[in-house]
């Protein structure tokens, strides 16, 4: 990434984040252009994330992530512990979307991310070392098998609603888990497709800024 690109990107990230509302350090902005540095790196090889250009990247992976950022934090405030021992879960994480944006962004809460593919969790231990993140990590598994308790299930562009539930419920705290299931259009089949102990208490519109495409989080929780 030439030294013009990364100012205009950084940038558009900067301006994205602002129309967001999000209160970022220049720590965490930088943190966040170094994970779009690393993607780029590691994609070459992995094959990561079918999008390749930077500036596409940065629309629809980090701008569509940091879009969940604001909706996160007005959840964990309501744990009530400041954030402090808030486990969260992301399943199908691939490239770590959104999982390193969380993780970087909500640095009290700690982010897993599952991948049943070897070199995408790698990716993420990977980026954990190299953005100094304490509360990030990687893990090779089907999200069926892990039993560990998080606090909030999150997801996108992973599967159906009925399956994402179904397939992560073990992982879910009790009684107070919620899912956080990022999506395009409002899911109206799934949604009715779900599991009748799966109630939707929310579905929140997202505006992703220069995307211009609908965007919502389904929030779900034990019925």
């Known amino acids: 990434m030439s030294a013009v690109t990364h100012d205009a990107l950084q940038a558009r990230l900067q301006e994205g984040a602002q129309a967001l509302g999000?209160?970022?350090?220049?720590?965490?902005?930088?943190?966040?252009?170094?994970?779009?540095s690393l993607l780029q790196k590691w994609n070459k090889v992995y094959n990561l994330t079918a999008v390749r250009d930077p500036q596409e990247m940065l629309t629809h992976h980090l701008l569509d992530s940091l879009a969940?950022?604001?909706?996160?934090?007005?959840?964990?405030?309501?744990?009530?512990?400041?954030?402090?021992?808030?486990?969260l879960?992301?399943?199908?994480?691939?490239?770590?979307?959104?999982?390193?944006v969380?993780?970087?962004?909500?640095?009290?809460?700690?982010?897993?991310?599952?991948?049943t593919v070897g070199k995408k969790a790698a990716f993420?231990?990977?980026?954990?070392?190299?953005?100094k993140l304490p509360n990030l990590h990687g893990v090779?598994?089907?999200?069926?098998?892990?039993?560990?308790?998080?606090?909030?299930?999150?997801?996108?562009a992973f599967a159906s609603l009925p399956d994402f539930v179904t397939w992560s419920r073990s992982a879910l705290a009790a009684p107070h888990g919620v899912w956080l299931a990022m999506k395009g259009k409002h899911p109206e089949d799934e949604i009715a497709a779900l599991p009748a102990d799966v109630a939707v208490f929310h579905v929140e519109?997202?505006?992703?800024?220069?995307?211009?495409?609908?965007?919502?989080?389904?929030?779900?929780?034990p019925a």
């Open 102 to 115: 969380f993780a970087i962004c909500c640095p009290d809460v700690d982010v897993s991310c599952v991948d």
């Open 68 to 87: 969940a950022v604001a909706p996160l934090r007005r959840h964990v405030t309501t744990l009530g512990r400041g954030g402090a021992g808030v486990r």
């Open 140 to 156: 090779h598994a089907r999200v069926e098998t892990l039993t560990t308790p998080f606090d909030i299930v999150s997801c996108r």
């Open 205 to 221: 519109q997202l505006t992703v800024p220069g995307l211009d495409a609908e965007r919502c989080i389904v929030w779900m929780k």
């Open 124 to 131: 993420i231990q990977q980026a954990a070392v190299a953005l």
């Open 89 to 100: 879960l992301d399943v199908g994480s691939g490239g770590g979307l959104p999982g390193v």
């Open 22 to 36: 999000l209160a970022l350090t220049d720590a965490q902005l930088a943190q966040l252009m170094e994970f779009l």
